[in-house]
Structures are given as structure tokens and as C-alpha cells.
């Protein structure tokens, strides 16, 4: 009777309520070039792809993933997606002239750039160890 009273109300009528949730916390995520691809959607996926506004060399479409995370807790709510969007070169790459050696075995920081250099991400890695 207390819970169809604070759901459905009444009028000229107030009720408190207490609620109460459980802290969680989960990720997930979907690698969706499959269904993509079933959908009929095949030529970024093929070496036929144009993406010469994007890139010099022929590409095409190697995968397609999307996450979610959410968490709750005391604090309140926390939620974030996102799709990554792999591309591959479609024909041999070229042989480098030489080869130069860059291990990141210590911190260090990253930026990734847009084709026109404006920083889109910037990050620390405290330990490449984990």
C-alpha cells in the first residue's frame, strides 16, 4: 500500500522514500564487423574501399568495436562509450629504409592527433609493465 502511494500518489499528498542501490561497476564491449558486413555494408571492408580523403595509401576497414562502462557507488554514476574504427592498409606496405629500435619500458606520455595535428587524446603510462 506504501509503494502504490509513493508511485502512483495521491493528491495533496506527500511520502518520503528511501532507495537504495548496490554499488556496480561492468564493461563490456562488441566487436560489430560482422553484422556490419551483414547488413550489406562490405566495401570498407574490402580492398575496393575509397578512403583517399582520409589517407594516401589504400585502406579499408579491418574492424569496428564498441564499449560501454558504468559504475556506480557512493558517489554517484559514472558511464562512457566508445567505437574504434580499425584500418589497415589493402595493399603491401613498402619496405622501410632502416630499421630504429623504441622500446617504452619507462612512464611516459602520449598524444593522439588528428591528420591536421590537433591533439584529440592526451595520456600518461605510469608503468608499461602492467
Known amino acids: 500500500e506504501l509503494f502504490a502511494l509513493a508511485v502512483a500518489g495521491e493528491p495533496n499528498s506527500y511520502a518520503g522514500v528511501r532507495f537504495s542501490i548496490p554499488k556496480f561497476t561492468f564493461d563490456t564491449e562488441f566487436d560489430m564487423a560482422d553484422q556490419l558486413q551483414e547488413m550489406g555494408l562490405d566495401l570498407p571492408f574490402s580492398d575496393h574501399a575509397d578512403f583517399s580523403g582520409m589517407s ?15 559504475a556506480i557507488d557512493e558517489e554517484g554514476a559514472e558511464a562512457s562509450a566508445y567505437t574504434i574504427v580499425g584500418v589497415a592498409e589493402s595493399a603491401a606496405p613498402l619496405e622501410p629504409d632502416s630499421v630504429i629500435d623504441f622500446v617504452c619500458d619507462r612512464p611516459f606520455l602520449y598524444t593522439i592527433t588528428s591528420p591536421e595535428g590537433a591533439v584529440l587524446f592526451v595520456g600518461v603510462v605510469g608503468n608499461p609493465a602492467q
Open 56 to 70: 594516401e595509401a589504400a585502406a579499408c576497414i579491418s574492424s569496428v568495436n564498441q564499449g560501454t562502462h558504468i
